[in-house]
């Protein structure tokens, strides 16, 4: 048995080691990481069995249980167990009675006894009870024997009405204990379903309400095929009389579960046919703006599970590149949801555009993020493919590194913009993911140019400003209150400045800006991306060659703050070049632009959030980019390559801006 174990362990050790190379190598051929499931689930299988093991061999181990087992007369063996055959000696028993896995059953179904038996917790007395079965469930909530006893006691109706008893709770105590019992019915469900019994078979959990098994089944990651026969006959539509039949609406207490169980909701939606799908998404974002609860301790944010699960979906929140079926669903939800309708009636047979839930915007900017190949194929209003209809198939595009999943329209895009433009502080996660992947495509072209002209730079530079247009025009449309929204950029970029450090002399320090994960949570992620879309995004009518000592008492503080962006882009870009080959003709720390100085003691060029402290400062920079070949027409120089590829992004924005959607 110890030989055993030492060869489970050290199985386990190996997969451990090798599974990270695996993933790599799947990645780097662009190969489906969900292939390699497979042995995460083997690791989750070894993880609960060794300690199992070592428990089992302990049992038999042990000297005490071994003491009544020697020669002699027959009689009863230890425990009770039945009498061995005459002469004494060892004798046969039932292993059952001596293993963890019976006893763990037994205290799991007195446990859940006991919390039948309780009363109504309160912030009082009773609070102190419910609290101790919860922090033990939570202790176990991992071992299947337990759980599986536990809840074959309670059943289905007897969790849902624990959890009812939990709204008299304070409501973070609440909701810890919600998680822990999903988590704990998930251990069950997917190692112990015999034991669970038949009520918590997925064909006799359809009889319950589905605000009931909604909570229940509220945490949790669940096996997919036992929890997708639980949900599939709630997809359905219920004609009622009516023509054309609805989607039923009991789908929507099951938001939460499908967030946590995203492979259900991809079998369960992909497969509709596109106007069925967009009268469910529509009857559910029309449900969920219509019930919110903001009383009962443990009750959803049913706007925010919708987006939630739209977002999971599209394997937003998978630290993997996503597989082949959230593909699908990001397609189908891109091209859905920004074209949602109110039922149809005799007066508007297609019914009226309706407004994402706003609780579920944020989501929506999260997966346009996520998607930002797909977002920027769309945008482009210079390929050939401008006059498409969206199609789930990949698309040749012509900007470098560009290689797009599924093809979207103009008008998708757009409408799919406009679902998360109205505000600046829902535009962040779709901000930061331009960002990143800009970067990505920056380095794809400057590879490409190699510091010999800006052939590739250019395209891609053009393909972000179509991007850019398109958010802007979706913004001016959702909010009218373009004036505002261009002062929160800006406060948004200078935020984000005043907080850089030297990143190529002009990039961001390692802090964390709050946003949601899959659970909805806060997160970390790296501002980098924002900033660096805000500073190509940001555009104005001055640049850095048209620069003028400004007098604060005659210059309005809003055309400065634009005026300093705009600077803050050139001076990026300059930067950036450098990384792809372009050399300086005459070094930043010349003396001829030295007072005051535009580079520190190491010689390299000041942060820009200082520079942008002193006007002679900036005019020294201006005539250091000059110097460099800016406006003498050599494309070889950084100087000129940084002017030709501001003018290359903001004449595509300038195009997409004015009319994002020319062809529908």
Do not use: C
């Amino acid at each position: 048995m110890e030989r055993f174990i030492a060869s489970l362990e050290q199985a386990r050790k190996t997969l451990g080691e090798q599974l990270p190379k695996i993933l790599s190598a799947l990645s780097s051929v662009d190969a489906d990481r969900s292939a390699a499931l497979p042995i995460r689930e083997i690791e989750g299988w070894l993880d609960q069995e060794i300690p199992r093991l070592r428990r089992r061999n302990q049992l038999i181990q042990e000297p005490d249980l071994l003491k009544d087992w020697g020669a002699g007369p027959a009689g009863p063996g230890p425990l009770g167990l039945a009498p061995g055959p005459g002469g004494g000696g060892f004798t046969a028993f039932d292993e059952k009675a001596l293993t963890a896995s019976t006893l763990a059953t037994d205290e799991g179904g007195k446990l859940a006894e006991t919390l039948a038996a309780s009363g109504h917790p309160t912030p009082y007395s009773s609070e102190n009870v419910y609290d101790g079965i919860f922090d033990r469930l939570a202790g176990r909530r991992k071992d299947a024997d337990f759980t599986a006893g536990f809840f074959a006691a309670l059943g289905p109706k007897g969790a849902a009405a624990a959890l009812r008893k939990l709204n008299h709770y304070h409501g973070e105590s609440a909701q810890k204990h919600w998680k822990t019992m999903g988590e704990a019915l998930a251990t069950a469900v997917a190692r112990r379903p015999k034991t669970l019994g038949p009520s918590w078979e997925a064909k006799n959990l359809g009889k319950m309400q589905g605000a009931d098994l909604g909570l229940v089944l509220g945490h949790g990651r669940f096996p997919s095929g036992w929890f997708t026969e639980v949900i599939r006959p709630r997809v359905q539509k219920a004609s009622e009389g009516r023509v054309p039949a609805r989607w039923t609406a009991d789908l929507s207490h099951f938001l939460s579960a499908l967030a946590n169980n995203p492979e259900t909701a991809r079998t369960l939606f992909d497969d509709l046919p596109p106007g069925d799908l967009r009268e469910l998404f529509s009857g559910l974002n029309e449900q969920v703006s219509l019930y919110p609860d903001e009383h009962d301790a443990i009750a959803f944010d049913l706007e925010k599970e919708f987006g939630r699960m739209l977002a999971a979906g599209a394997g937003v929140f998978e630290n993997r590149s996503p597989g082949p079926e959230a593909v699908r669903f990001a397609f189908n939800t891109m091209t859905t949801m920004g074209d949602l309708r109110t039922e149809a009636d005799f007066r508007n047979p297609e019914g009226q555009p309706m407004e994402v839930a706003k609780g579920a915007r944020i989501f929506m900017s999260m997966l346009a993020g996520a998607y930002a190949a797909e977002i920027i194929e769309g945008a482009d209003a210079g390929d050939a493919n401008r006059t498409k209809d969206s199609a789930f198939e990949k698309t040749a595009a012509l900007t470098a590194g560009l290689h797009p999943k599924f093809r979207l329209s103009p008008g998708d895009t757009y409408r799919f913009i406009k679902t998360f433009a109205d505000s600046v502080e829902r535009m962040k996660p779709f901000d930061a993911g331009m960002g990143r992947f800009s970067r990505y495509l920056m380095d794809e072209a400057g590879a490409k140019d190699r510091g010999a002209g800006i052939k590739h730079l250019g395209r891609t530079f053009a393909s972000l400003g179509y991007v850019s247009g398109m958010q802007f025009a979706a913004a001016n449309e959702v909010q009218g209150k373009m004036d505002e929204y261009d002062q929160e950029v800006r406060d948004r970029l200078f935020l984000l400045l005043g907080l850089g450090v030297d990143f190529m002399g002009f990039g961001v320090s390692q802090w964390a800006a709050a946003t949601l994960d899959a659970s909805g949570a806060s997160m970390a992620f790296d501002p980098a991306g924002e900033l660096i879309w805000l500073l190509i995004g940001k555009s104005a009518s001055e640049t850095v060659d048209s620069y003028k000592d400004s007098d604060k008492t005659r210059v309005d503080a809003l055309k400065e703050r634009n005026r300093l962006a705009t600077l803050g882009r050139e001076y990026w870009i300059f930067h950036e070049l450098k990384r792809y080959g372009f050399s300086y003709s005459v070094p930043p720390n010349d003396p001829a632009f030295g007072q005051p100085p535009i580079t520190g003691k190491d010689g390299n060029l000041l942060p820009f959030d200082k520079l942008a402290k002193d006007p002679k400062a900036l005019r020294n920079l201006a005539d250091w980019m000059i110097r460099n070949g800016s406006g003498g027409g050599d494309l070889s120089t950084a100087g000129e390559a940084a002017t030709l590829l501001d003018i290359s992004f903001g004449g595509a924005k300038d195009k997409t801006q004015n009319t994002p959607v020319p062809f529908g």
